[in-house]
C-alpha cells in the first residue's frame, strides 16, 4: 500500500490535483498498485479553515506520508494578509520543514505543444532535466539591508555542495550519462568549491561526462543551442533563473512538472502558480500535474516504467493534435482540463 497526501491548495490547484488523483487512480487499477490517496486543504484554503497556510500538525502528516502532491498556492484576496500567513509562505514552510534540498524540474518539448516563441525545429529536441540546490545559496545566507548600504550573502557548506552534486551524477547516470555542472568559479568562493566538488565525486561515477560550463554562457547556451544539455545541475539561484528560462523551451509554465527531493518525504507539484485568471473555468492545462505524477513513479516508487508510460500517453495525446488554450496552435483541437485528463488516461490504459 502507498500513502499520498494531497494538497490541492489555491485557483486551479483544486483542478490540477484532480487530474493528478484520476491519473494515480488510474495507474493503481492498470497496474494493481493499492493506493491510500488522503486530501488536505493547505495555502490560502488552509488560512480559511485552520487560520494558518500550513499547520504543524500538517507536516507531522506529511511525514508519515510515502509521497505527497500539490497542486498551487496563493490568490490575490490574501495579498493583504500579514507576510507570514499568506499562502505562498506556507509552501516554502513545507519545503524548508521537510529538509527538501534537490529540485529536479524537467523541461521537454513535446511534439504538437505548439510553441508560440520557438519554430519548432529549434526546440524539438529539447529534454533537459535541471536538478537544482534548494537548501543554501543566496536565498538563505546572512543579509542586511541598510540606508545606503546592503548585502546578501551567498552561503554553502561542503556538505550541501556534495549532497547535490551527489544527485546530479545519480540523476545523470539513470539516463544519458551526460552531466552539465554550472558555475560561476571564474569569480565566486562558492563556485570554486562546487567545481572542485564536481570533478572530485566524477571520481566514483567515470561513466558520466562532466561538462562545466559558466553560468553565464550556460544562459546563452540554452537559448542558442538547448539540444546539448541532458542533466543540468547548479546552485540555488542560478537553477532559479536558468529553470526559469528553460521552461519556455517547453511552450507554457503549464507543462512543466517538479519533484523536491531528499528530505523527510518528497514532494510532487507542476512547475507553475495558482493562475487566478483562469480558475474554475476547465482551461488549466493538467500536464504539468500528469507529468508530476509521472516523476513520483520515477523517483519515490522506483518504476520508470510507469514514469515512461505516462509520459508516452501524454505525448501521444499531443501527437493526435488535442491541446489546452494554453499551449494552442492553429490546427489543434483546444479541450479542457478534464478532456485533456481524460484522453491522457485512455492512453494510460
Ligand atoms: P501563475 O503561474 O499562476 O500564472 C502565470 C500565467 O500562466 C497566467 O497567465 C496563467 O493563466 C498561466 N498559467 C499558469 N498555469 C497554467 C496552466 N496550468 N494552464 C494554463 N495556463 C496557466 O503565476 P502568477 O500569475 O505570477 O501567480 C499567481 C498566483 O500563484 C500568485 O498568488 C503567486 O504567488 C502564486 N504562485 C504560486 C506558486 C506555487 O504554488 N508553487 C508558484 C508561482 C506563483
Known amino acids: 500500500m502507498i500513502n499520498i497526501l494531497v494538497l490541492p491548495g489555491d485557483g486551479i490547484g483544486k483542478e490540477v490535483s484532480d487530474s493528478a488523483v484520476k491519473v494515480l487512480e488510474a495507474i493503481g487499477k492498470k497496474y494493481e498498485i493499492a493506493m491510500d490517496i488522503d486530501t488536505e486543504v493547505f495555502g490560502g484554503k488552509s488560512y480559511e479553515k485552520y487560520g494558518e497556510p500550513c499547520p504543524n500538525q500538517l507536516i507531522e502528516r506529511a511525514k508519515t506520508m510515502d509521497a505527497i502532491f500539490l497542486g498551487a498556492v496563493g490568490h490575490p484576496k490574501f495579498d493583504v494578509l500579514p507576510s507570514e500567513l499568506r499562502p505562498e509562505k506556507g509552501l516554502l514552510k513545507l519545503r524548508k520543514e521537510l529538509d527538501l534540498y534537490c529540485n529536479i524540474r524537467p523541461v521537454k518539448y513535446y511534439s504538437g505543444s505548439g510553441s508560440k516563441i520557438?519554430?519548432?525545429?529549434?526546440?524539438?529536441?529539447?529534454?533537459?532535466?535541471?536538478?537544482?540546490?534548494?537548501?543554501?545559496?543566496?536565498?538563505?545566507?546572512?543579509?542586511?539591508?541598510?540606508?545606503?548600504?546592503?548585502?546578501?550573502?551567498?552561503?554553502?557548506?561542503?556538505?550541501?555542495?556534495?549532497?547535490?552534486?551527489?544527485?546530479?551524477?545519480?540523476?545523470?547516470?539513470?539516463?544519458?550519462?551526460?552531466?552539465?555542472?554550472?558555475?560561476?568559479?571564474?569569480?565566486?568562493?562558492?563556485?570554486?568549491?562546487?567545481?572542485?566538488?564536481?570533478?572530485?565525486?566524477?571520481?566514483?561515477?567515470?561513466?558520466?561526462?562532466?561538462?562545466?560550463?559558466?553560468?553565464?554562457?550556460?544562459?546563452?547556451?540554452?537559448?542558442?543551442?538547448?539540444?546539448?544539455?541532458?542533466?543540468?545541475?547548479?546552485?540555488?539561484?542560478?537553477?532559479?533563473?536558468?529553470?526559469?528560462?528553460?521552461?519556455?523551451?517547453?511552450?507554457?509554465?503549464?507543462?512543466?512538472?517538479?519533484?523536491?527531493?531528499?528530505?523527510?518525504?518528497?514532494?510532487?507539484?507542476?512547475?507553475?502558480?495558482?493562475?487566478?485568471?483562469?480558475?474554475?473555468?476547465?482551461?488549466?492545462?493538467?500536464?504539468?500535474?500528469?507529468?508530476?505524477?509521472?516523476?513520483?513513479?520515477?523517483?519515490?516508487?522506483?518504476?520508470?516504467?510507469?514514469?515512461?508510460?505516462?509520459?508516452k500517453a501524454v505525448e501521444s495525446v499531443l501527437q493526435k493534435g488535442y491541446c489546452t488554450m494554453d499551449i494552442s496552435s492553429p490546427n489543434c483541437m483546444v479541450i479542457g482540463t478534464k478532456e485533456m485528463t481524460e484522453k491522457v488516461i485512455v492512453e494510460i490504459e
Open 118 to 311: 520557438w519554430r519548432e525545429e529549434r526546440v524539438k529536441n529539447t529534454n533537459i532535466t535541471f536538478v537544482r540546490e534548494l537548501s543554501g545559496g543566496a536565498y538563505y545566507g546572512e543579509r542586511y539591508q541598510g540606508e545606503d548600504f546592503a548585502y546578501d550573502r551567498i552561503e554553502y557548506s561542503k556538505e550541501q555542495i556534495e549532497r547535490i552534486v551527489r544527485k546530479g551524477f545519480e540523476v545523470a547516470q539513470m539516463g544519458t550519462k551526460k552531466l552539465h555542472s554550472i558555475d560561476k568559479s571564474n569569480v565566486l568562493a562558492t563556485s570554486k568549491m562546487w567545481r572542485a566538488c564536481v570533478n572530485d565525486m566524477h571520481k566514483e561515477y567515470p561513466e558520466v561526462e562532466v561538462i562545466h560550463q559558466y553560468v553565464d554562457n550556460a544562459a546563452a547556451q540554452l537559448m542558442s543551442n538547448p539540444e546539448q544539455f541532458d542533466v543540468l545541475l547548479t546552485e540555488n539561484m542560478f537553477g532559479d533563473i536558468l529553470s526559469d528560462q528553460g521552461a519556455i523551451l517547453s511552450g507554457s509554465l503549464g507543462m512543466l512538472p517538479s519533484a523536491s527531493l531528499g528530505g523527510a518525504v518528497d514532494l510532487y507539484e507542476p512547475g507553475h502558480g495558482s493562475a487566478p485568471d483562469i480558475m474554475g473555468k476547465n482551461l488549466a492545462n493538467p500536464i504539468g500535474s500528469i507529468l508530476s505524477i509521472a516523476l513520483m513513479f520515477k523517483y519515490t516508487f522506483d518504476r520508470p516504467d510507469i514514469a515512461e508510460k505516462v509520459e
